[in-house]
């Protein structure tokens, strides 16, 4: 079975500061890694994923994530937050092979403050 | 081309009564998956269908079904409405392959009163 902690529920940062989501997952197989926003009465949009190779994986909006199989994390970071990216992260594994379903962690609320 | 369309967007059940959702994946894709977002257990998985076959279920009761329809949309549909199925639907939509990006729709609320 595998399992997303979010360990953060909500994370209220200034606008131009840096930020940093966490995401420790658990897994008996190898992963693949996601990171979804969701804004006010939207779907989730996705920001960027891990499937192999590079450790640091560049999204959108200026996001970014490094994946850390030893503490088998996934942390979310910008260098310099706006207003506009005041919204829910979601992070969520699926496991390799035949299974094809997403397992989402809880959600961190990220507020942006000016 | 066109994102993940679902309909209603919107709705208003009463307990005991049964809805269906609908849901138009991405031109091509032939995997979709509906999850239920609620306030309290967060985003669960309901099932995935590819092909017209279910390849994978959640953890939901029987009163949870879905199909895919050889053009590859798809309806979910909840019999015997109870309280705790108020919550978001999402459909996803993927080529199918394992790691391909799953694309979300905007997603139905439903409301049972």
């Known amino acids: 079975a595998q399992s997303v902690t979010q360990l953060d529920s909500q994370v209220p940062v200034f606008e131009e500061a840096p930020v940093e989501l966490r995401c420790n997952y658990s897994s008996s197989v190898s992963v693949y890694l996601f990171w979804y926003v969701q804004y006010p009465n939207q779907g989730l949009q996705l920001l960027l994923k891990?499937?192999?190779?590079?450790?640091l994986v560049k999204g959108i909006n200026g996001f970014e994530a490094e994946f850390n199989k030893s503490q088998t994390s996934f942390h979310l970071r910008k260098p310099s937050v706006h207003i506009s990216d005041t919204a829910e992260y979601f992070c969520a594994v699926s496991g390799g092979g035949s299974n094809y379903k997403l397992t989402f962690g809880k959600g961190t609320l990220l507020t942006v403050n000016p | 081309k066109a994102g993940v369309t679902q309909t209603p967007r919107y709705l208003i059940k009463t307990r005991g009564q049964q809805v269906t959702l609908s849901c138009s994946p991405i031109?091509?894709?032939?995997?979709v998956s509906w999850y239920q977002q609620t306030p309290g257990q967060g985003l669960q998985f309901l099932f995935e269908?590819?092909?017209?076959?279910?390849?994978n279920k959640g953890n939901f009761p029987g009163r949870f079904s879905g199909r895919q329809f050889s053009n590859s949309r798809s309806e979910m549909n909840v019999s015997t409405l109870e309280l705790g199925d108020s919550a978001l639907y999402l459909c996803?939509?993927?080529?199918?392959?394992?790691?391909?990006?799953?694309?979300f729709g905007e997603g139905s609320w439903l409301t049972v009163v």
């Open positions: 996803a939509s993927s080529a199918g392959s394992s790691g391909n990006t799953i694309y």
């Open positions: 891990y499937l192999s190779g590079s450790t």
């Open positions: 269908y590819f092909s017209e076959t279910q390849r």
């Open positions: 031109s091509g894709h032939r995997s």
